[in-house]
């Protein structure tokens, strides 16, 4: 059974950092596009930055040159490394990948279930 499982997250003040994981568990033979996405209370989900196979990024305005997400395809794991934290950064951040390939199934759209960030100010 596929799992997709986020870690890191925690409290941290203004302009501190976080590292964030999400590891995809099963017997996996590929994941296509991963990314992050984060939703506040009271807002809609976002996306926060996304990763091809390839490698190719794409990043919301609001974190370009404060998060970097990177992939390891060996593990399949992505991360987001969030510095210069802000407390508008504060949302439960989930872990995306648009497709998984196992050796009995392939899933789409398939989801984490979130780590918390909280910034203080």
């Known amino acids: 059974q596929v799992q997709l499982v986020e870690s890191g997250g925690g409290l941290v003040q203004a302009g501190g950092s976080l590292r964030l994981s999400c590891v995809a568990s099963?017997?996996?033979?590929?994941?296509?596009?991963m990314g992050w996405y984060r939703q506040a209370p009271g807002k809609q989900r976002e996306l926060v930055a996304d990763?091809?196979?390839?490698?190719?990024?794409n990043y919301v305005d609001s974190v370009k040159g404060r998060f970097t997400i990177s992939r390891d395809n060996a593990k399949s794991t992505v991360y987001l490394q969030m510095n210069s934290l802000k407390p508008e950064d504060t949302a439960v951040y989930y872990c995306k990948a648009n497709r998984i390939v196992t050796e009995i199934e392939s899933v789409y759209n398939f989801w984490g279930r979130g780590t918390q960030v909280t910034v203080s100010s």
């Open positions: 990763i091809t196979t390839g490698g190719m990024i």
């Open positions: 099963g017997r996996i033979f590929s994941i296509g596009t």
